[in-house]
């Protein structure tokens, strides 16, 4: 093998190509492996935790290297990728065999974060992003829709709501906008983790030649019919995007056939802290019935993006009602599913020239399974036009007859073309297995005539077919074999005769495999010219799968169909909280929701700590998300009107990785939340205030409660400070709320039932002994409180107007506990004066018996 040293071409070779490629990790193809060199290889082999080795020499040292085989190489890429690296392939292009001194090399691809497609369900999305004084443009697309979506908007919150729906992981932006592009994509807004940026010639994100670019790639006279006519920095921004995946792929990029406009009028928005504050991922995980990867990416696109239109919701819930009723369609359709692959994703692979006989075989896979889909949609009792699967006949007819549903997947054996297609493949084949069996004659042929029973012909890639004789029997050898090598207790020779028919069988092998490869060729521009159709047969596979997985969830025991409307009311009969009903089960109790969107539309929940605040006002934004999104609902009756924002200020965030101070993260969602609100959002609040001293806490959450009256928003609004109770006096459409608790033989006990009416107790100290604070610490909890209640000041406690810790312990007003009771009523009802020394001591060994109980 070459190795890179400072004379050889090969390393000349290496460093042209690493030049055009400063910001990426080469592999640099020899032979079997990808090789790394120089600082690509430290950085990879750390990431990759592999050996860093050297060879050669260019003249100041040895060169470091390391490298991964090329058949595993895509492990390795995936992990690059995902640490944030851009990994350029660099392939021979030319037969090694045939080529003259050098084998000419060049890079074939550049795998980013945001192009990578893996293996995953998961897809990866790429956002270019270009900034100028009026306007922000964006333009989005990922590895599975073939889509691009573009938009541009007057105002930074604009484009924050857009990046915000998407998951992106890589960033394009025009060279020299890094610092602006950083500060958007690092707003407390965006939980944007990770993201790759990817500096562009800014050129190319100049409109006139976006425009031209566009047009081009979609064959369009203009642009109108993408709704982008008008928006020439969008335009820009989708012409850089296609030009930059276009230059990574080194193709035209064929699956990428559609072009739209990328608002958000149709969709709920749901903040990004919501999408954490509520826990949108476990919700995905207890509902996702779906049984492709399309579909499992569907349904969470349709989770995190919720329908605005009513009516477009009640065409859903028709289609999921339909299949809610029959469980044993919904079997048959479970059971095509499960055998759909990810087309999506192999499409993809196909159109950037990655793609391999796999993709072929997961196309007409997919494609054979269209016309079973249909057969099962059509023996449901009512139809909906969301049942709509089509069929793209002719392709797969084509890949029916052409691709061999069991080729091995992993090797290339030349199994990848059906017999029957291709005539003189198939005649190849019979050659090759005539030469098989003329093998296996030939040995027992030799056999015989030698009289060596041990005799055996073999095969290996370094002396093509031998003759295996051992020790004993090489008397026996006759004149005319060949020596070829010798082993510890045999020998191998050859015989022209061999070699005759190994030429023959190995001809015709070498032969199926060119031909194949031309024909999977054909095949791949044939799926390629069809890409579109099929891209639509996948989404609407993707679609059915979406709606049999939210039909099983409907008809689980006490799920409805929400009446979704027009208006502004939540009402909702025993709701229930579909991830925690999951985990605890028929413990689970039930609430109501009774919101108007005028009396009654800013809820003040108190209630003592653990009893069920959090879990109910959540679970209310969950049902209307479920709602929005087409699906039934967890509860005995639901009438929602259909919300256009969801805002959460939930919990405290652990951002100090991103320097960030718990309070500010509070006030910043708070101040995002206030100022984007309309009178159909829906507020959920938790406990805002929390993080600072308690006056200012108070006022800011009276005032923010002032505040969401104002803009009749639906707003639930747990908390702690029960001084909040006090504004449903004062104003319309505050009602109070609280969460029911029973006090039984010493004992707290949550009911998590939810009624009207405000409360002061907290019983935070209960909880606290529940989760095991030491009693010492609860006894003096509990003095502090019982003075402060009494209207004692907590600064005038700690100047020593309390009792110190020793006189309060025993008899002060110490924790309430049985025992103590107990122990005290036994000190109280003793008589003193009339006890024996010995009775007193027996006393006391009973009291301490009592307390070690
Ligand atoms: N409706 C319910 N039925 C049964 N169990 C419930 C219900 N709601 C909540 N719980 C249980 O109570 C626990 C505490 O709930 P949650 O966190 O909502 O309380 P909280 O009132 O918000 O408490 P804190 O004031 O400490 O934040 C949950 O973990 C859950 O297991
Ligand atoms: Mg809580």
Redesign the pocket.
């Known amino acids: 093998m070459d190795k890179p040293s400072a004379s050889t071409p090969m390393l000349r070779q290496y460093q042209e190509i690493k030049a055009s490629h400063k910001d990426c990790i080469l592999f640099f193809r020899l032979g079997d492996f990808y090789e790394m060199f120089y600082e690509d290889a430290r950085a990879a082999s750390q990431i990759l935790e592999l050996v860093l080795t050297s060879r050669g020499s260019d003249g100041q040292g040895r060169i470091p290297m390391c490298g991964v085989p090329y058949h595993s190489a895509d492990n390795y890429i995936a992990k690059l990728v995902r640490a944030g690296k851009k990994v350029a392939i660099c392939e021979q292009v030319e037969d090694p065999a045939l080529a003259k001194g050098l084998v000419r090399r060049e890079v074939i691809r550049v795998i980013t974060a945001g192009t990578f497609v893996d293996e995953s369900s998961e897809a990866r999305s790429i956002v270019a992003l270009r900034l100028d004084k009026k306007t922000i443009a964006l333009a989005f697309t990922d590895t599975a829709s073939g889509t691009v979506r573009a938009n541009q908007v007057p105002s930074l919150h604009q484009a924050l709501e857009l990046l915000a729906k998407t998951q992106v992981h890589e960033c394009l932006f025009p060279d020299g906008q890094e610092e602006e592009v950083r500060k958007v994509l690092a707003h407390p807004m965006l939980r944007l983790r990770e993201v790759t940026l990817t500096p562009f010639r800014d050129w190319s994100f100049a409109p006139d030649r976006g425009r031209q670019v566009l047009l081009e790639h979609f064959g369009t006279l203009n642009l109108r019919g993408f709704g982008l006519d008008e928006l020439s920095s969008a335009q820009a921004c989708a012409g850089a995007l296609i030009e930059y995946l276009r230059e990574t792929n080194k193709t035209p990029l064929k699956h990428i056939d559609r072009l739209t406009l990328y608002d958000d009028t149709d969709h709920v928005f749901i903040s990004p802290p919501a999408h954490y504050g509520l826990e949108l991922e476990a919700m995905v995980k207890a509902l996702d019935r779906t049984r492709t990867a399309m579909g499992r990416r569907m349904f969470r696109s349709w989770l995190y993006h919720p329908l605005k239109d009513v009516e477009r919701i009640r065409e859903r819930q028709k289609a999921v009602g339909i299949l809610r009723e029959d469980a044993v369609c919904r079997q048959a359709l479970e059971d095509v599913l499960a055998l759909v692959p990810d087309v999506e994703k192999s499409l993809s692979r196909l159109s950037c020239g990655t793609g391999a006989a796999r993709d072929l075989l997961a196309v007409r896979n997919a494609l054979l399974c269209a016309p079973r889909l249909r057969e099962a949609l059509a023996r449901l009792s009512a139809s909906s036009v969301l049942f709509s699967v089509g069929d793209v006949a002719a392709l797969r007819e084509l890949l029916e007859r052409a691709v061999n549903p069991e080729m091995p997947l992993t090797k290339n054996e030349g199994k990848v073309i059906r017999s029957g297609y291709h005539a003189e493949i198939d005649e190849l084949r019979t050659l090759r297995a005539q030469g098989t069996a003329w093998l296996a004659d030939y040995q027992a042929r030799e056999v015989r005539r030698t009289g060596i029973s041990s005799l055996k012909v073999s095969f290996n890639r370094v002396f093509g077919y031998y003759i295996e004789v051992t020790n004993a029997n090489l008397k026996a050898v006759p004149p005319e074999y060949q020596r070829k090598q010798t082993l510890v207790n045999g020998e191998r020779f050859i015989t022209p005769e061999l070699k005759e028919y190994e030429q023959k069988i190995l001809t015709a092998e070498d032969r199926i495999l060119r031909l194949e490869a031309a024909v999977v060729g054909e095949l791949i521009g044939k799926v390629l010219a069809d890409m579109s159709q099929v891209h639509a047969l996948a989404r609407e596979m993707a679609t059915v799968d979406v709606l049999q997985s939210l039909g099983a969830v409907a008809a689980l025991p006490q799920w409805v169909r929400p009446e979704v409307t027009e208006g502004t009311e939540l009402f909702i009969d025993a709701g229930?909280?579909p991830v925690?009903e999951g985990?605890?089960g028929s413990?689970?109790?039930?609430?109501d929701t009774r919101m108007d969107g005028e009396e009654n539309r800013l809820m003040v929940l108190t209630?003592?700590?653990?009893?069920?605040?959090?879990?109910?006002i959540r679970q209310n934004a969950l049902l209307v998300i479920l709602a929005q999104m087409g699906s039934f609902v967890p509860a005995a009756l639901a009438r929602i009107g259909a919300v256009d924002k969801i805002f959460t200020r939930i919990g405290a965030h652990d951002e100090i990785l991103k320097g960030q101070s718990t309070f500010m993260v509070e006030m910043t969602e708070a101040a995002d939340i206030l100022n984007n609100l309309t009178s159909r959002s829906l507020v959920v609040l938790?406990?805002v205030g929390r993080g600072t001293s308690t006056y200012d806490g108070l006022s800011l959450a009276w005032a923010i409660a002032e505040f969401l009256q104002e803009k009749k928003t639906r707003t639930f609004f747990?908390t702690?400070f029960h001084e909040l109770t006090l504004l449903a006096d004062r104003l319309k459409g505050v009602k109070n709320y609280n969460?029911l608790v029973r006090e039984w033989e010493g004992k707290v006990v949550?009911m998590?039932k939810i009624v009207p009416g405000g409360t002061d107790d907290s019983y935070g100290i209960h909880?606290a002994q529940l989760a095991g604070i030491p009693a010492k610490v609860l006894r003096r909890a509990q003095a502090f409180l019982s003075d402060l209640e009494a209207g004692g000041s907590l600064k005038d406690r700690l100047k020593g107007a309390i009792p110190s810790q020793e006189e309060s312990d025993l008899f002060g007003r110490g924790l309430a506990t049985p025992v103590a009771d107990e122990v005290r009523a036994t000190l109280e009802a003793l008589d003193v004066n009339n006890l024996t020394p010995l009775q007193a001591l027996q006393k006391l060994e009973e009291l301490k018996a009592g307390l070690r109980q």
């Open positions: 229930r909280h925690v985990v605890i413990d689970f109790i039930p609430n209630g003592p700590n653990m009893s069920g605040k959090s879990t109910y938790d406990e747990a702690h969460v949550f998590h909880v």
